[in-house]
């Protein structure tokens, strides 16, 4: 009776959130090589060409400024710098509009709307289903979210049918020559039970960019620490050591890269108004993602305050892991072409369900 009633909800689930499912499933493979396949298409946009990158040195972070806020009329929110030469860096204004820009002569590739590209819009997909109301809210955010929870519960429906009848390591083999049905089972049931665990740390870890703290919570709860919490706002430091000119920026981004010298800059957070620091974004060489910091006094190009995520609690170390873990960039390629498999296995799983229950039913 039991194996009937968790047969049925496996099959209901997968009907109610098949569509959600599959859109997941499609978009997260897509969108593992977004980024790839636009700079193949429009490289005029993205690369830049060797010959500048051999025979220039990278602007000071004063002259981009400068250069870039006097071009476009808008203050500079954030510089990203790529980890390779010849990838452009992108930079977003105060206006939410996007800049990719070469970082040795300052020049503007491309002024784009970050959900107009390629990699923008499968985000967009991925996250949300494109829709967004007259207010920027995505309503089917949450929707998506539901879809990850519903499919760790499938997953665990589906171990359950396969561990609940004997004999369950001899059915873990599959039998190419059989017929299509019992290949399609015997392959449903294999990758289902292989899958498992990646497939379900895949789902809660896509799931904590919108449930934010009862994921939280339950990774404080299974670490037995806290998660910190660093934000690079000026609320972390007295507002009267700020002053409105910045005239030892380039000074104040040495002393905030000097602070991690062995860590990568990831992105530069620049000074929005007064009270505020110069704040880098540092990738740390034990870090699969940018989460230390460090600031800098734009007045007086002292260093204010540093954080080595490599340092922090077991917890917030986790947490920090989610980003790069979800996305398949750790490691290396290998990595990424197994979360490439990972990613469509939720729609084999719903094709190929439907298609067994299909059968039954004729049968």
């Known amino acids: 009776m039991s194996k009937t009633w968790f047969r049925r909800c496996h099959l ?10 599959i859109s997941l499933s499609v978009s997260g493979a897509l969108l593992l090589y977004a980024k790839d396949i636009q700079r193949i298409v429009n490289p005029q946009y993205w690369l830049i060409e060797q010959q500048t990158t051999s025979s220039r040195q990278l602007l000071s972070l004063s002259a981009l400024k400068e250069k870039i806020e006097t071009t476009h009329s808008h203050k500079i929110q954030f510089i990203e710098q790529s980890s390779v030469d010849d990838i452009a860096w992108q930079i977003r204004l105060q206006n939410n509009t996007y800049l990719s820009i070469n970082q040795y002569t300052g020049n503007t590739l491309l002024r784009y709307n970050y959900y107009d590209t390629f ?28 879809a990850s929870l519903i499919l760790i519960a499938e997953l665990f ?22 017929k299509n049905r019992i290949l399609i089972h015997q392959l449903h049931t294999v990758l289902g039970v292989f899958g498992c665990i990646p497939l379900l740390l895949i789902a809660f870890s896509g799931m904590t960019f919108h449930w934010k703290i009862p994921t939280k919570n339950i990774i ?9 919490t660093v934000k690079y706002q000026a609320k972390n430091f007295h507002p009267s050591s700020l002053v409105k000119s910045s005239s030892q920026l380039n000074q104040a981004y040495s002393a905030a890269q000097m602070a991690l010298p062995t860590g990568k800059v ?3 957070y620049m000074p929005q108004k007064q009270g505020e620091p110069l704040a880098l974004r540092i990738t740390m060489p034990e870090e699969s993602h940018a989460n230390s910091w460090s600031w800098a006094d734009v007045t007086t190009g002292k260093l204010l305050k540093s954080f080595d995520a490599t340092k922090a609690s077991t917890a917030t170390q986790v947490w920090n892991f989610k980003y790069k873990f979800h996305i398949g960039e750790f490691i290396g390629w290998p990595i990424k072409i197994l979360w490439l498999l990972f990613s469509l296995l939720p729609s084999f799983f719903i094709i190929s369900g439907c298609y067994l229950w299909l059968k039954r039913n004729k049968r």
């Open 157 to 178: 429906f589906g171990l359950y049918l396969w561990a609940k009848p004997k004999h369950r390591l001899k059915r873990l083999k599959v039998k190419w020559q059989a």
């Open 220 to 228: 404080e709860w299974l670490t037995f620490g806290d998660v910190e």
């Open 266 to 268: 990831f992105r530069i």
């Open 12 to 21: 209901l689930l997968a009907l109610l959130s098949g569509l959600f499912l």
């Open 119 to 146: 990699y923008g819009v499968i985000m967009a997909w991925h996250r949300w289903l494109l829709y967004s109301d007259e207010q920027d809210k995505k309503p089917f955010k949450v929707l998506m979210s539901i």
